[in-house]
């Protein structure tokens, strides 16, 4: 069992100093999601300006994977346009569910890759995808309220 | 470690000896990856099975395997007859007046889903109906919330519980103002799964009957670990699980007694639990086939009957001197770990033989994504104790359980692992 793939020193640092951490103004839409078999919480709010993430902020507890893997998110996701914000979720939800097969691409996902050995461990999965599917509902609905609202 | 402080030393139950036992159970010599051995420490979330059970269910179906109560041909003689034996067993293991009052269930979810379920669909005395109070405890399982917390919102009824105090022991300081002459049913966990805890039965039952309420005891916990009398304890209904006592899965076991179930209606409605069925109506069998719809877990109630054979063999009061003494020495060893809280008494008083806690600055998934590299099986999370962990400020904690099998190396295995997590992530 290769602990090292799994607690990479990036993601041990992104832990013990998470990136973005913290509730912010403005914001969109907020979701609160849970993973029901361990408890990990996340309540994520996403701020939404001119077709770009202008923000996403966060109070989360939860395990290093999770804590993490929402710290990087963050960093990846803010100050980037949606449709490409959508592009890269996807390519971190393809890293997670790829059974370790999948070779991650760095130019896209940066810290991201340090979560390619978390795919290993069936058990990890649901952690490194909390904040990551916390974003996507938060987004999708902060987008179907600004149109609303045209 | 200077020479003036004390060094935690187990004390063994003396003539029980934990290596044989241990070769009876063929998962224990197994190694995992790394070739590592395997240590199992999460025995209050199932216990392994020994050698005797899996023989007794392989047997069965290799001898007798035909369905029960209705078939004519001597399979069918022989396989009613094995499951028959198994109740009279179980009964006779927890001293039931009667063995028609020990019903098989799935687990002990389903047993306590039963009791909740016919209780408000009862008529009459049993019956739980608006205004009516359900008194639990904040230490209980989810299997002994959800179905309460199911009936009262159907009926319209109230659910109170008692709160902990800091220890985890229940707080009974206003016992007479929460069980009160409003109170129907009372449901209690004997002995926690997160916490440890043994509870005051004996207190908070005779403060039900005064009041004349029904008492449901979830015994999960308690007749893996420790000599149960439901008949000297005084209960109205006791629920436990197979797979938790070194039994097999999909079987549990509800004993009621025999004057609550038979006023109580039907569960689950189907084949084996009628007397007569017409187009119109139909009519009930007596006890215990009245709760047994359908084709029972036949293999696993013999399988049961294996594990209730194993565990008298020994001695009950044998396995909880054990559990007492394992239980004893992991909590003082724990008790050295700086940046490490128990949750739930400290002390092996009171106690059964499962310890939570907490490892400062660790989450207890990584606690135990550690343990688990090292070949130690614990569990991590919430342990299906929400309100339990809510209560002591935590959203999640890491358990090790302990059985008949375990040794005090295992739980040196234990300290060990938990030091190399401390350096992993580098917590002082």
């Known amino acids: 069992m290769d602990l090292q793939a799994l607690y990479q020193e990036i993601i041990l640092d992104h832990y013990k100093s998470p990136h973005h951490a913290g ?61 490409q914000a959508h592009g890269i979720h996807q390519k971190f939800v393809e890293l997670m569910q790829g059974r370790g097969q999948v070779e991650p691409d760095e130019e896209i996902l940066e810290d991201g890759i340090a979560f390619a050995g978390v795919a290993k461990f069936p058990a990890r999965i649901k952690c490194a995808l909390l904040g990551w599917m916390a974003w996507k509902d938060a987004t999708v609905r902060a987008v179907t309220d600004l149109e609303a609202k045209i | 470690m200077t020479t003036t402080e004390t060094v935690a030393a187990f004390a063994p139950v003396t003539g029980f000896d934990v290596e044989r036992i241990r070769a009876d159970f063929p998962i224990l010599s197994r190694r ?47 396989s009613t007859q094995a499951y028959e034996a198994a109740r009279v067993k179980i009964a006779a293991f927890i001293n039931a007046p009667d063995p028609s009052e020990v019903i098989f269930t799935k687990n002990a979810s389903e047993a306590l889903n039963l009791v909740a379920n016919t209780l408000s669909w009862a ?24 179905p309460w917390q199911l009936l009262t919102e159907r009926k319209g009824a109230t659910l109170r519980w008692f709160g902990l105090t800091d220890e985890g022991r229940l707080d009974l300081s206003q016992i007479d103002s929460v069980i009160t002459d409003r109170t129907k049913v009372v449901s209690v966990v004997w002995v926690s799964n997160m916490l440890g805890t043994v509870t005051p039965l004996e207190t908070i039952i005779r403060r039900s009957h ?110 909880a001197q054990h559990e007492h003494a394992i239980t004893a020495y992991a909590l003082s060893r724990m008790n050295e770990i700086d940046a490490l809280t128990i949750l739930g008494p400290a002390e092996a008083v009171d106690r059964g033989g499962a310890i939570s806690f907490e490892l400062e600055g660790v989450h207890p998934h990584d606690v135990s994504q550690i343990l688990d590299s090292l070949g130690i099986a614990v569990r991590a999370g919430h342990h299906c104790a929400k309100p339990a962990h809510k209560r002591f400020g935590v959203q999640s904690s890491t358990r090790a359980s302990f059985y008949l099998y375990t040794t005090s190396g295992e739980v040196d295995a234990l300290i060990d692992g938990l030091d190399q997590t401390k350096r992993f992530f580098k917590v002082a």
């Open chain 1, 23 to 83: 509730l912010r103004e403005p914001y969109e839409a907020e979701v609160h999601h849970v993973n029901p078999t361990c408890g990990d919480e996340v309540t994520l709010r996403v701020h939404v300006e001119d077709g770009v993430i202008g923000d996403i902020s966060y109070d989360a507890e939860g395990c290093s994977i999770s804590q993490a893997s929402t710290s990087v998110l963050a960093d990846l996701l803010i100050g980037i346009p949606i449709d």
């Open chain 2, 32 to 78: 995992l990856d790394g070739d590592r051995p395997l240590v199992y420490l999460d025995s209050a979330n199932t216990s392994q099975k020994p050698r005797q059970v899996i023989d007794a269910m392989t047997a069965h179906y290799e001898q007798i395997n035909s369905n029960v109560g209705r078939a004519v041909h001597q399979l069918g003689d022989a």
């Open chain 2, 123 to 146: 008529r009459g005395d049993y019956e739980v109906g608006a205004g009516d109070e359900v008194v639990i405890t904040e230490m209980e399982h989810h299997s002994n919330i959800v």
């Open chain 2, 210 to 319: 005064e009041v004349g309420a029904l008492v449901v005891v979830d015994a999960s916990q308690a007749v893996p670990q420790l000599p149960v009398d439901v008949t000297a304890l005084g209960a109205d209904l006791v629920a436990f699980t197979g797979h938790k006592m070194v039994g097999p899965t999909g079987i549990g076991v509800l004993w009621g007694r025999s004057e609550v179930l038979d006023a109580l209606p039907p569960f689950l409605g189907g084949g084996s639990m009628i007397e007569t069925v017409k187009m119109e109506a139909s009519t009930w069998a007596p006890l215990p086939a009245k709760f047994e719809a359908g084709t029972p877990p036949i293999v696993e109630a013999i399988g049961l009957a294996a594990a209730v054979d194993y565990l008298s063999a020994i001695g009950m009061d044998r396995v």
